[in-house]
C-alpha cells in the first residue's frame, strides 16, 4: 500500500509555471512507477507523465512536451510535475498516481491521490 497527497496546484495566468508535488508514504517508494495524469469534467482521465523507479527514464505526452518535465526524489518520496508555459487547457485536476510497471495507462495504475486543482486563465 501506498498513500499519494498533492499539493501545489491552484490557480495561474497563461504563460505562468507551477510545480506540483506528490508526497508519498507506505510501502517503498522508489519500488513504484509514478505518473501524472489530468481530468476535466466529463473527460477521460488523461496521461500527462511518467517516471521510472530509479528516475533514470521519462515520459510526457505529445500535449506537454516541451512545457512540462517530471522528476522524483526518492530520498524525499517525492514525485514533482513541473509545468512552465501553462496554457488555458492546461487547466484540469491533477492526480498523481503509482504502477508496478512503466505505463502510460491509467487503468494500469494501483494506487493515486485525491488530485490538486490547477486553473489556468487567459
Known amino acids: 500500500q501506498v498513500q499519494l497527497v498533492e499539493s501545489g496546484g491552484g490557480l495561474v495566468q497563461a504563460g505562468g509555471s507551477l510545480r506540483l508535488s506528490c508526497a508519498a508514504s507506505g510501502r517503498t517508494f522508489s519500488s513504484y512507477t509514478m505518473g501524472w495524469f489530468r481530468q476535466t469534467p466529463g473527460k477521460e482521465r488523461e496521461f500527462v507523465a511518467v517516471i521510472s523507479r530509479s528516475g533514470s527514464t521519462t515520459y510526457v505526452a505529445d500535449s506537454v512536451k516541451g512545457r512540462f518535465s517530471i522528476s522524483r526524489d526518492n530520498a524525499k518520496n517525492t514525485v514533482y510535475l513541473q509545468m512552465n508555459s501553462l496554457k488555458p487547457e492546461d487547466t484540469a485536476v491533477y492526480y498523481c498516481?503509482?504502477?508496478?510497471?512503466?505505463?502510460?495507462?491509467?487503468?494500469?495504475?494501483?494506487?493515486w491521490g485525491q488530485g490538486t486543482q490547477v486553473p489556468v486563465s487567459s
Open positions: 498516481a503509482a504502477t508496478d510497471s512503466f505505463d502510460t495507462r491509467a487503468d494500469r495504475y494501483n494506487y
